[in-house]
């Protein structure tokens, strides 16, 4: 099922200093702001070559992460990223295997515009798993 590791998210309190900071500190490759109001994030991409780091900051008064910064000022580790060969065969097959996917179970195009699934937390140990088409 699982292909490849394809990032780590981070919800920071501040996108545009935490972009600053990945791009002149520590010298990365770091994409410009882009905002995805449908899922309620605004996202900068820090680009390792072989992996992602996705700094996310909430985007509106209805954004999902919008409380996980609030319990979290600082920031902290939101979710990882894995991708599938086939997001809909592996849905099928979660389901089989009483897995939960959150929403409505189906996959949904995401920051990269690939069909993506969140699995819930509870079935992996408290790690929120993204699962995103390659």
Do not use: W
Not at 62 to 90: M, Q, R, W
Not at 97 to 106: A, S
Not at 116 to 123: A, E, M, N, R
């Amino acid at each position: 099922m699982l292909t490849r590791f394809n990032h780590v998210a981070i919800v920071v309190p501040d996108l545009e200093k935490a972009r600053v900071k990945y791009a002149e500190v520590l010298g990365a490759e770091v994409s410009e702001k882009n905002d995805y109001p449908e899922h309620g994030v605004s996202v900068v991409f820090v680009n390792l070559g072989n992996s992602k780091i996705e700094l996310m900051y909430p985007y509106g008064d209805n954004s999902p992460i919008k409380k996980f910064l609030e319990k979290n000022l600082n920031g902290a580790i939101h979710h990882i990223c894995i991708e599938v060969k086939d997001i809909y065969k592996t849905a099928e097959s979660l389901k089989k295997k009483n897995i939960r996917i959150l929403g409505d179970g189906k996959p949904k195009n995401g920051a990269h515009n690939k069909p993506v699934l969140f699995l819930h937390p509870k079935d992996f140990y408290g790690t929120l798993i993204e699962l995103e088409q390659e």
